[in-house]
């Protein structure tokens, strides 16, 4: 896995955590992961294709997805307000992404974001031969976030095909 893909979105994920939830951020259990991916409670996915391929998937405990909202919304919310929290987690995916992809542009990937949807299963996709799954813990004073990133990069092999049909 390469890393200049990855740290735009750790870099990103730890600076909006830090200003919405007003909390220092830690990374903890940082690991790449083969097995399907298990949901701790609201999650969000982002997709990428192009030059960069695969999918972001950021997952909120019950209680910081609770915070999170709060903090958007400028209000207290209820802990069975369902609705804002899925609200409130795809709006962190969105401005986490956000700030990644402007990085990853200006180092010239060039690439296509779809908007987040709900994860709702309780289970993701595994991860395959050509993507690896970097998984990691984002800690914070509100509870915890947890970031599963599976990408790939394909410019390489678009070169090895026009190499090999040439």
Known sequence: MRMDLIQPFINSADAVLAQALESPVSIEDLSMDEN?????????EVCLKGEIEGRIIFDVDRGTGVQLASRLAGVAVSDTDDALVREAVCELANQIIGN?????????????VLPPTLHTSEQGGKSSEDTEALVMCLSTSSGNVFMNVALRYLRRRATERATVAG
């Open 100 to 112: 990644a992809v402007t990085t990853l542009n200006d180092q010239g990937f060039h690439f296509h």
């Open 36 to 44: 399907a991916y298990l949901r701790h409670g609201t999650a969000a």
